[in-house]
């Protein structure tokens, strides 16, 4: 196993990967965001990973996301993940939660270190932050991938640092957050690019929980092109990494 992180070590050392073997995340959403997200965390080495999706791959979903092929249209995601996550690191540990995420906490009480939120359904978004949180869970949370072309307008800061608040989907979490009281302390990918679309799409979904639970909302379909979303999962990988890197230098 030390070859597969070797380069890796040569960074940040043996010791401190021994440290991510022991980390647990959890990634939420499976899809341009979260599907890098997951890849680069198991590709650092964290021994522990938790991944929450309900979704089969769509034809639609194969110009950004990881494992959309022509050859897994209609495939889910977690099983795609399983496979691929395992052939990156054998040992690593998945917890594979194949369903929606509607504020079942109970995946929330397993031991998190880091959560990582690339859900793109307000009202799950919105309970899954105030659920973290609650419960004192780190978490990062992706808000400005859609609608956009231009990675490098990518940043990271604190829920009440986000420059640009009159996208409708930011606007929308930031209000719905305030709400609940919180109006800081949530770390963000956030975007300085000025979210487009040609043609606003919406749609009424209905989605059926592994309990039996019909949930429906209003969809609007975001204009997604190969290059934010990607990024925007490997920044929130990043940050994670480093933060386990700032904890393992004050002990």
């Known amino acids: 196993m030390s070859e597969i992180f070797s380069r890796n070590e040569l960074f940040w050392g043996a010791e401190f990967q021994k440290v991510l073997l022991n980390k647990h995340v959890a990634v939420f959403g499976l899809g341009g965001v979260g599907g890098y997200c997951a890849e680069a965390l198991a590709r650092a080495g964290i021994g522990n990973l938790t991944i929450v999706d309900f979704d089969s ?3 639609s979903n194969i110009n950004r996301q990881i494992v959309a092929l022509n050859s897994t249209i209609g495939q889910k995601k ?8 395992k052939d990156i690191n054998p040992n690593i540990n998945l917890n594979i939660i194949d369903d929606f995420y509607n504020g079942n906490d109970e995946i929330l009480d397993c031991n998190l270190d880091f959560a990582a939120d690339a859900i793109d359904t307000l009202r799950a978004k919105i309970s899954l932050l105030e659920s973290c949180v609650n419960k004192s869970i780190p978490i990062i949370s992706s808000l400005g991938a ?8 990518l940043y990271i800061c604190d829920l ?6 009159n996208a409708p989907f930011v606007s929308n979490c930031i209000y719905q957050l305030k709400k609940l009281g919180i109006e800081k302390g949530i770390t963000v990918v956030a975007s300085r690019e000025k979210p487009f679309s040609l043609e606003k799409i919406n749609s009424k979904e209905i989605i059926e929980t592994k309990s ?3 949930i429906e909302f209003n969809k609007i379909t975001p204009a ?16 994670i990494v480093n933060k386990f890197i700032e904890e393992s230098k004050k002990c």
């Open 146 to 153: 859609g609608n956009r072309i231009d990675p490098t307008k």
């Open 57 to 59: 791959v769509s034809e």
């Open 224 to 239: 997604s092109t190969p290059f934010v979303a990607s990024c925007a999962g490997i920044f929130m990988a990043s940050f």
């Open 78 to 85: 977690t099983k795609l993940f399983k496979n691929r996550l």
């Open 160 to 165: 009440s640092e986000i420059e640009n608040k």
């Open 212 to 214: 039996g639970e019909k």
